[in-house]
């Protein structure tokens, strides 16, 4: 999910500068099932006495590995490794668990990255609690500053809407643009609004609304596609402040385990990670999505530059069908439960979505689209069919993010057409606290439907969609393994039937996503040859009961054969 779904790219002009020197390393063969790799020169780190969960089906286990520049010199045993090693630093994991470095492939990440610092919403659990925040947070804040982030839920509460009045006598002097954690609708004080020209008199667009009190005027409250004209107004924050917000993101991710994110984002976003990877800055490897509508302009730019290297990669579009579910704009087949004559909306026609996808299909690009709805999600499938059978047979991988409430009859779909479901296993036991209000338990059986989709053949890649969750990967596989909601109703697991075991899970954040971007061969597995990401566990998660799983610890994570977090000693 994304806080508002751009249609149209911004129109500040991204120069994208990747070398084609760089680009030669995507096409690097790996080899794997020798146990040392062809290049020469000294090992430069090992990892020994290890329970090495290699995601390797031929081999997947072993006791150590070796490392030489950013690559997987050896998998093996622990003296043979220790041998090689020479005067490399050698990690003795002490029995502890090692696996390829995590793979998100669902974040907003210089989103993210500015939310760390930004105000914090998410665990206001009255109203009282969201509007002291905002006034403690808003009396720190430069004069005329915007006040953006925040990640309500007015579930939390009882789900009654924030409105303006509850913030305008408590920042003066801030226009306020807060999002709800789902980041599909937002309140704006009443500065904002004014900032936007948002009047009475201003009318919906398609695919977003502005929400009214009973005498039509708005109430701050502003739904998916009429976000944009907030959006629009917000002043881009500055380059210094970008990196830093991604250098943020990059921090603490790492201390998660994960080395690799899919990014959905902008135009603005890719330039960011550019302008860092020139500056040798990149810590965690970037796959940059950007926006469906924009696919000529993508189209351009991989004709001009290539595809980027195995730092920074560019070559996927995202686009939306719907919204979601948390703002009753997720579109379904049926009315929602609690809202009998609401079925949802479009955010794009599927006339749209369709000439895009074929453009972008036909241009040899690939496709990712958020739908969450079980219509939204039938309509997406027909146009990915339709694509497919026109313009003919190619590895194209499609993928659709959330994959949320699916039809019965459309699991086996996914498989059939070759979608990747792109699931945020966390969104799982998040929503499982109101989702039966929303659509009814008999319709949740579909929801987040893990299980079914591995029984039809389907590929999955796990993620977070962190701003909207957060970025841990241990506690996506608990989430996938338990389905344990996080207010602990659910202590079987909410539709328990969908639960899937600790190595479907763990494959799913790693080989899944290195599948989705077409780096499989050499991301996502521990084998010779192979890029040396991976994360040390502080226990084997297939043998501790799943409920458990939450409480393990990221060690020690590296990127390319370097350490990028290390957890301090507890004293
Ligand atoms: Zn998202």
């Known amino acids: 999910m994304l806080p508002t779904p751009r249609l149209i790219a911004a129109a500040a002009i991204a120069v994208l500068t990747i070398t084609a020197a760089s680009c030669q390393m995507n096409d690097r063969n790996t080899t794997s099932g020798d146990t040392s790799a062809g290049s020469s020169g000294p090992v430069t780190l090992a990892v020994v006495n290890a329970r090495v969960w290699t995601g390797d089906s031929t081999r997947p286990w072993a006791d150590a590995m070796a490392i030489r520049g950013d690559r997987i010199?050896?998998?093996?045993?622990?003296?043979?490794?220790?041998?090689?090693?020479?005067?490399?630093?050698?990690?003795?994991?002490?029995?502890?668990?090692?696996?390829?470095?995590?793979?998100?492939?669902?974040?907003?990440?210089?989103?993210?990255?500015?939310?760390?610092?930004?105000v914090k919403l998410r665990d206001a659990r009255t109203p009282a609690q969201f509007i002291e925040r905002i006034k403690a947070f808003a009396a720190t804040a430069p004069a005329g500053a915007w006040i953006t982030g925040g990640d309500w839920d007015h579930e939390a509460w009882g789900g009654e809407l924030p409105r303006r009045g509850w913030i305008d006598s408590v920042t003066p002097n801030n226009p306020v643009w807060v999002n709800r954690l789902d980041g599909h609708m937002s309140l704006a004080n009443s500065a904002a609004l004014k900032a936007a020209n948002i009047t009475r008199a201003t009318k919906d667009i398609a695919g977003g609304s502005i929400v009214r009190d009973a005498s039509g005027e708005p109430t701050g409250v502003v739904k998916d596609n009429a976000a944009d004209i907030i959006d629009s107004v917000v002043p881009r924050a500055p380059a210094e402040l970008e990196d830093r917000a991604l250098d943020s993101a990059m921090t603490y991710v790492s201390a998660q385990g994960v080395t690799t994110v899919h990014q959905m984002g902008s135009w603005d976003d890719l330039a960011i990670f550019e302008r860092a990877h020139k500056a040798d800055r990149l810590r965690t490897r970037i796959y940059a999505a950007v926006p469906l509508p924009t696919w000529e302009r993508l189209r351009d730019t991989v004709a001009a530059r290539g595809r980027g290297d195995v730092w920074l990669r560019i070559g996927l579009l995202k686009g939306f069908v719907d919204g979601s579910l948390g703002s009753h704009t997720a579109a379904m087949l049926q009315p929602f439960t609690d809202a009998p004559k609401d079925t949802g909306l479009f955010v794009n026609t599927p006339e749209s979505l369709y000439r895009w996808v074929s453009g972008a299909d036909k241009a040899g690009l690939n496709i990712t689209v958020h739908a969450i709805g079980d219509r939204a999600i039938r309509t997406q499938l027909d146009i990915f069919e339709r694509v497919a059978k026109e313009n003919g047979p190619r590895d194209r991988r499609f993928r659709m993010e959330h994959?949320?409430?699916?039809?019965?009859?459309?699991?086996?779909?996914?498989?059939?057409?070759?979608?990747?479901?792109?699931?945020?296993?966390?969104?799982?036991?998040?929503?499982?606290?109101?989702?039966?209000r929303v659509i009814g338990t008999e319709r949740a059986k579909g929801t987040y439907a893990f299980r079914s989709l591995l029984d039809a053949g389907a590929m999955l890649a796990f993620g977070s969609d962190w701003f909207v969750a957060p970025p841990t990967p241990l506690?996506?596989?608990?989430?996938?393994?338990?389905?344990?909601?996080?207010?602990?109703?659910?202590?079987?697991?909410?539709?328990?039937?969908?639960?899937?075991?600790?190595?479907?899970?763990?494959?799913?954040?790693?080989?899944?996503?290195?599948?989705?971007?077409?780096?499989?061969?050499?991301?996502?597995?521990?084998?010779?040859?192979?890029?040396?990401?991976?994360?040390?566990?502080?226990?084997?998660?297939?043998?501790?009961?799943?409920?458990?799983?939450?409480?393990?610890?990221?060690?020690?994570?590296?990127?390319?054969?370097?350490?990028?977090?290390?957890?301090?000693?507890?004293?």
């Open 403 to 436: 994959a949320q409430h699916i039809a019965p009859q459309d699991i086996p779909r996914f498989a059939q057409i070759g979608v990747i479901a792109s699931m945020q296993p966390y969104h799982a036991i998040d929503d499982g606290r109101w989702a039966d």
């Open 73 to 118: 010199a050896m998998v093996g045993s622990s003296a043979a490794v220790r041998k090689a090693a020479g005067n490399a630093r050698v990690i003795d994991a002490s029995g502890q668990m090692v696996v390829p470095g995590f793979i998100d492939s669902h974040v907003h990440f210089v989103a993210g990255g500015f939310r760390l610092s930004s």
């Open 475 to 571: 506690e996506g596989i608990y989430a996938a393994t338990t389905r344990r909601t996080i207010d602990d109703r659910n202590p079987g697991g909410w539709v328990p039937e969908q639960k899937i075991t600790v190595e479907e899970a763990l494959r799913a954040y790693t080989r899944g996503g290195a599948f989705a971007s077409f780096e499989d061969k050499e991301r996502g597995v521990l084998t010779t040859g192979a890029l040396a990401d991976f994360a040390i566990i502080d226990r084997d998660l297939t043998r501790v009961p799943v409920d458990q799983i939450r409480d393990a610890r990221i060690v020690l994570t590296a990127v390319g054969g370097r350490v990028v977090y290390e957890r301090k000693a507890p004293e």
